[in-house]
C-alpha cells in the first residue's frame, strides 16, 4: 500500500501493522507501570485486574477498537446492581451481629431478629463464633470489592473491544511479565484461547520488559 511504501522510507520492513503493534505494545507497557505503585501486597485481586483492563482499555482506544454497546448491557448491569445491594444488606447484618456478639445480651438479639421477621425483612443465620464472624466478614468484604471492580470494569468497557489488542497487537510478553510480578493468575486477563495462541510468551521472566 502507499502507507506501507511510505514507512519504509524511514525503515525496511516498516509496516502499518509493525508500527501499530509497536504502539499498542509500548503503550501497553507505559500505561502499566504508571501504575506500579497502585499494585501493593494489599491490593486486591479484583483490583489489580480492573488496573491492568483501565491499562488495555487505552490501548484499545488509541487502536480505535470500538463496538456497540452490547444489547444485554443494561440488564447485566441491573443485576450486578440487585446483587450489591443484597451483599450491602448482608453486610450490614453481620456488622450488627458482630456487635451484639461482643457485649449485646442474648435476649436482646432474640428480640431483634424476632422484629425483623415480623416486619418482613431478610433474616441470616450466623455463627455465634467471633473469630468465624471476622473471617467470614472479611471474605464479604473481598466480594463487594471484587463486585465493583467488575461493575466499573464493565461500564468503562462497554464501547470498547478489549479482545482484537490482546489478540493482534500488545505483545503477550507484557501482559505475562506483569502477571507474574503482581502475582495476577493469567486467567484473570487472558481467556484460554489466548493462552493456547501465544505459548512462546508463558516462559518469560516477571523482570521482562518490552
Known sequence: SVLNTKLQTYMKKLSAKVFRTYNASITLQRELLKCKDECTPETSLGEKTFIYNRCNRIVAELCNHQRSIPKGHAGQVEKMETKMEEYVLKKEAMEEHMDMLKGAKKGKKAKKKAKKEEDGEKTYKFSNNVDVMNRQYETHLS????????????????????????????????????????????????NAALITKFPWAMEVKSTWRY
Open 143 to 190: 466480594r463487594i470489592s471484587n463486585l465493583e471492580t467488575k461493575m466499573k470494569t464493565k461500564d468503562e468497557t462497554k464501547a470498547v473491544a478489549l479482545g482484537t489488542s490482546k489478540i493482534n497487537y500488545m505483545d503477550p510478553r507484557i501482559t505475562v511479565a506483569w502477571c507474574k510480578r503482581n502475582e495476577v493468575p493469567l486467567e484473570k486477563v487472558f
